[in-house]
């Protein structure tokens, strides 16, 4: 019998009591030190590269997640290498 760990690196990045964060399910999550359960959600979207139609089961995950020096800006990427910048508002 074999057993495979398949566990892929997320990012995390804190910034003024946010907590940024990826996930192995191709989402950032971004919680407050104030709240128990995520303040925010983000899921990446992917496209087949044959057909160009969205497709929500693809096996990619976030890879990395930073905070854009001290603003509300988030810069997130996922392991097909698409890159996403998002701001709270």
Not at 26 to 42: C, G
Not at 43 to 54: C, I, V
Request: aromatic content about 14%; overall charge negative; glycine content about 8%.
């Amino acid at each position: 019998m074999y057993f495979a760990w398949l566990q892929n690196f997320v990012g995390l990045s804190i910034f003024d009591g946010y907590i940024a964060t990826g996930s192995e399910t191709n989402e950032v999550f971004v919680y407050h030190k104030a709240f128990p359960m995520p303040v925010l959600s983000f899921k990446f979207g992917d496209t087949d590269p044959l057909s160009g139609h969205e497709v929500d089961d693809a096996p990619q995950f976030i890879s990395s997640v930073c905070w854009r020096g001290q603003s509300s800006t988030l810069v997130a990427a996922n392991s097909s290498g698409t890159i996403k910048v998002m701001e709270m508002v």
